[in-house]
């Protein structure tokens, strides 16, 4: 037999259980030994996904992290602010790099973050935003930005000089299998 369900979506708003709700069809099928069932399931209306099983639901305001497997915060928390290096000198490479590093359990593989190198607080196109996963902390940023890039003066500049401007770094955090849920930048 083919019955109508309905299908419960908690999409995060504190002290509602079923935000969203979608019509979906179960048929129990019974073989000799085996009982099992088949589910007809309609697309979402946002970044949900279905699951099924006899766990509890993760309380409002947390998600289950496949890597803890536990419930969790929404984001990765890390209470401190990045520390941005002092820069350093590589003899081997001849390049100069600063690093902005981010405080939080590297064995957590699952916590991804965005960094931004910024220049007397602005963040310039010409930089290139470093995202951090796998367990990375540290991210790097070659000095060379902070230099004019013109090949030559009859040349449009590449990049304009931040020389005198001074550097930091901010970061946000999300989960790998959620990117589109982020932290405030730090």
């Known amino acids: 037999d083919i019955v109508d369900r309905v299908a419960c979506a908690n999409t995060g708003v504190p002290g509602e259980c079923c935000t969203e709700q979608y019509n979906i069809q179960v048929k129990r099928c019974v073989t000799p030994g085996t009982t099992y069932y088949v589910y007809k399931l309609v697309p979402t209306s946002f ?19 496949v890597f803890h497997r536990t419930c969790g915060n929404i984001i990765p928390l890390f209470t401190q602010h990045p520390i941005l290096h002092p820069p350093e000198y590589d003899v081997i490479a001849n390049e100069v790099t600063f690093t ?17 190198f910024l220049f007397d607080n602005e963040e310039f196109p010409d930089v290139p935003n470093v ?3 796998a367990g990375k902390r540290r991210a790097k940023l070659d000095a060379s930005h902070l230099g004019l890039n013109q090949l030559y003066p009859t040349l449009p ?26 932290s405030e930048w730090r």
Not at 47 to 65: I, K, L, Q
Not at 100 to 116: K, L, M, N, R, S
Not at 162 to 181: D, L, Q
Request: hydrophobic share 35%.
């Open 131 to 133: 995202t951090l996963a």
């Open 47 to 65: 970044c949900e996904a279905y699951c099924a099983g006899d766990s509890v639901p993760c309380p409002n305001g947390e998600v289950y992290n």
């Open 100 to 116: 902005c590093e981010v405080e939080y359990d590297p064995e957590d593989v699952t916590a991804w973050f965005d960094v931004v």
């Open 157 to 182: 500049v590449i990049w304009a000089s931040k020389m005198g401007k001074a550097v930091s770094c901010r970061v946000r955090s999300y989960w790998e299998n959620t990117p589109n849920v982020t």
